[in-house]
């Protein structure tokens, strides 16, 4: 008995789970993230982690990096990504085939930093003159904004202009960059542009270059935590995610 009971002490001692328990802890969930609702989830995390009873390890990129590496074998419980890319990974059974919600979307829009952010971009002529204007513009290198933004200066007869001028950078980094006036405009989705300290939202793209990225969540098939998986894609959609969506330029979706 003595045997066994040290066996199971030592068992004990080298789970994620025992360790947390001994200490006290409460156990958590994997996240990988898109970086479009991260200031929402921020927002409410604490409350998603007391009604599910478990911690939230979150990771925020783009969603086509975050794909990249689940594809390519990166452990997670739950994937917040578009739903096209949610859909690629059930495709490859990465995820779960089983109802994910959509659960927001985020527009495109322009961002200059707080101390220069008079120009206007309310019609498509005036973008047009507002993007020749500016001497450095910003976009994702993998976001999903960067395919409505070229898709827009298409659109606006510009490509070779913006060509000339345009500063690709990492996930989450535009914002930044501008912010600290290392570039004059960041093309890049709104909940990214809002929640920055220093930048200020010029406004988003006219109606007839918009198109909206939307997010939806999936889990994990190798998840061992699946219970609680589905406990944080119901929050999702819960009122407090919904309320926290709004002041960060998203707008809620149901499905």
């Known amino acids: 008995m003595k045997t066994v009971s040290l066996a199971l002490l030592l068992i004990c001692s080298i789970t994620a789970s025992c360790s947390a328990q001994q200490a ?45 590496r689940i594809e390519a074998g990166e452990s997670f419980d739950v994937a917040i990504l578009t739903p096209a890319l949610i859909e690629r990974l059930v495709a490859g059974s990465h995820v779960a085939a089983e109802p994910v919600p959509v659960f927001a979307r985020s527009g495109v829009g322009i961002g200059a930093a707080s101390s220069n952010v008079a120009r206007d971009v309310s019609t498509m002529d005036a973008m047009r003159a507002t993007l020749l204007a500016a001497e450095s513009v910003t976009l994702t290198a993998d976001g999903q904004s960067r395919r409505v933004s070229e898709a827009a200066f298409e659109t606006l007869g510009i490509v ?46 006219p109606a007839e270059l918009q198109d909206y990225v939307s997010f939806a ?32 330029g998203m707008e809620a979706l149901t499905r």
Not at 168 to 173: I, M, Q, R, T
Not at 224 to 240: D, G, N
């Open 160 to 205: 070779e202009q913006m060509a000339r001028k345009i500063v690709l950078v990492g996930p989450g980094e535009g914002p930044h960059v501008v912010a600290r006036g290392e570039a004059e405009l960041v093309l890049t989705l709104i909940s990214e542009i809002v929640p920055v300290e220093g930048l200020e939202l010029v406004g988003p793209f």
């Open 24 to 68: 006290g802890q409460p156990p958590s969930l994997r996240v990988l993230s898109s970086n479009g609702p991260r200031a929402p989830l921020e927002d409410v995390q604490m409350q998603i982690e007391a009604a599910i009873g478990y911690s939230l390890d979150i990771e925020f990129s783009t969603s086509v990096s975050l794909t990249n």
């Open 217 to 248: 969540a999936g889990i994990s098939n190798a998840s061992t935590q699946t219970a609680a998986a589905r406990q944080l894609l119901e929050q999702l959609t819960s009122p407090a995610m919904m309320r926290a969506l709004e002041p960060h």
